[in-house]
């Protein structure tokens, strides 16, 4: 074992400590407690480490502080069996602004707003924060997500003194929105706080982010199977601030992307943020001629042997196969193991590449907008999690044909989980996922679904409870093989979210298009008085 005691006055000393200390032999490292300001370097992000094999480097009161928000933070590539521990990461400056509504007009399509001391006040750089983008709506009392307050895009903005500015909004206005309500915005970063890209068999533990710049730990590509255990995500208030933050971060708590085999993450703590709390998935390809000539969305990662999956343009499942052999690029020849008549237009996915057998365990996810748990893969477990204030939904498992977010899940267990307090605010009544858990099947981002043969096949959800909700409380379709027992319901309370998306807002319980389901033992309780 070996300590390393970067110099805290050069932003590059982490980074040049790191690979000097690996590229002398050691792999157990430990860095001396203290808080180290990190500089952009290699590849724009500000650390990179990449090639590394079984390191173990120990963060113990250590915090690395990144120079610039919307670049990523620590970026580990190619790397495997690297075990990290006790860090934190922090960005100088938020990556995010907020303040509070000051002015609405009469027809509410246009606002006031002023920014709260210490956040960033160059919402009008377009280098910091995209011209055209979205608002989200707290409540002033609360400090959480405000009920019924749909997000808000912003088409123009003014500004009118030092912290002050106009907003112009999309025609939709403001619905639930009043004078004082605080407000938040997403600045323009792209990179993941902490990225594990075709990386292999790591570990995560005790690593906690504040203030997270996008996505905060994000996966991509390779093999997979790391572990997080232990993690956090939390908010950090900045210098110079009055009032305390409203975000932790400006996306998901964790994203995986087309991993061969999904996380496992365990008894992790995550709240606050601006989208998803985890997400599990990989991503549709397109056929652009009747040679398989194909689009992949991101990078060529197909592999001889791979499975895939082809749906024609309206979701109908076309047929399974294996891939032969694929040429190199984004734009690829595709050559098959069975013979298929797969029309241009059509999609496929790759469930080698979908993140299988994630295991997500223990975890508490609150106060976000999203969902609390979003997975496209199969043979996972979601068991003994506890998720309150999730603006969208609780639970979702399917595929997404807006963000080309594959796929569909088979042998999927959702048991124990408490969620509460869920789908509540950030979309309306036309978005299909609702309750506190859903299965969907692939459809319009808003609006019924299209009707297909089901898909997914072999989902169980046993044993959750599922308190103060609104409307549905499971809703679920497509599926071949759907058991739904011993769920319990705790002061449901009448909603419409979902009802003009083809759900039955009268149900607790709501089954389309499904096969074999079996259904039992689900209860209610009461604790409040019911109104007659």
Not at 79 to 86: R, S
Not at 206 to 229: K, M, P, T
Not at 374 to 394: F, K, L, R
Request: with cysteine; glycine share 12%.
């Amino acid at each position: 074992m070996t300590t390393i005691t970067p110099d805290p006055r050069d932003p590059a000393a982490v980074q040049r400590s790191i690979t000097s200390a690996y590229a002398g032999g050691n792999r157990d490292i430990t860095i001396a407690p203290g808080t180290y300001p990190v500089g952009l370097g290699l590849l724009g992000t500000h650390l990179f480490l990449s090639g590394l094999r079984g390191l173990s480097l120990n963060c113990q009161g250590v915090t690395f502080v990144f120079a610039d928000s919307r670049k990523p933070g620590l970026w580990l590539n190619a790397c495997q069996g690297v075990a990290i521990n006790g860090l934190t990461l922090r960005n100088a400056t938020p990556p995010y602004t907020q303040g509070q509504i000051t002015w609405i007009s009469n027809d509410r399509l246009a606002l006031d707003i002023s920014l709260h001391a210490g956040y960033p006040q160059n919402f009008d750089d377009a280098n910091y924060f995209t011209p055209i983008y979205t608002g989200y709506v707290f409540d002033r009392i609360t400090r959480v997500w405000k009920n019924d307050a749909t997000d808000f895009p912003i088409m123009a903005r003014t500004r009118t003194g030092a912290n002050t500015f106009r907003l112009t909004v999309a025609p939709t206005g403001l619905p639930a929105t009043a004078v004082g309500d605080l407000v938040a915005f997403r600045g323009a970063g792209t990179g993941a706080t902490l990225m594990l890209a075709n990386c292999d068999s790591c570990r995560l533990e005790s690593v906690s982010i504040l203030g997270g710049a996008f996505v905060c730990f994000a996966e991509a590509f390779g093999r997979g199977n790391h572990q997080y255990d232990g993690c956090s995500i939390g908010y950090d208030t900045p210098a110079g601030a009055i009032e305390p933050p409203l975000l932790s971060s400006i996306a998901d708590g964790l994203n995986s992307n087309s991993v061969g085999i999904g996380p496992s993450v365990t008894n992790c703590n995550f709240t606050g943020l601006a989208d998803d709390g985890i997400a599990i998935h990989g991503f549709y390809g397109r056929v652009v001629d009747g040679q398989l000539t194909v689009q992949l969305p991101q990078i060529n990662y197909l592999v001889p042997g791979d499975a895939l999956r082809f749906y024609d343009a309206a979701g109908v499942f076309i047929g399974a196969t294996n891939v032969v052999a694929c040429s190199s690029g984004t734009t690829a020849k595709l050559t098959i193991a069975d013979k298929l008549s797969i029309p241009a237009g059509a999609m496929f996915d790759s469930p080698s590449h979908n993140g299988a057998g994630f295991r997500l365990a223990g975890n508490r996810i609150t106060n976000h907008r999203g969902r609390g748990i979003y997975v496209s893969a199969s043979d996972g477990t979601i068991d003994n999690n506890t998720i309150e204030g999730s603006t969208i939904a609780g639970i979702v498992v399917g595929p997404d044909q807006i963000t080309a977010q594959a796929g569909y899940s088979s042998r999927v267990r959702i048991t124990n989980n408490t969620i509460r307090h869920v789908g509540y605010s950030t979309v309306g009544d036309d978005f299909p996922q609702v309750g506190g858990i859903s299965v969907i099947q692939s459809r319009p981002f808003v609006g019924p679904a299209k009707p297909v043969p089901p898909q997914h096949t072999d989902i169980r959800i046993v044993g959750n409870t599922i308190e103060d909700v609104a409307g549905i409380q499971i809703a679920a379709e497509g599926v071949r093989g759907l058991t739904v027992d011993q769920n319990t319901f705790i002061d449901p309370k009448a909603g419409t979210r979902g009802s003009k998306a083809g759900w039955d807002d009268s149900k607790l319980i709501d089954v389309a298009n499904c096969e074999g389901v079996e259904a039992s033992g689900n209860t209610v309780q009461r604790t409040e008085p019911v109104e007659v």
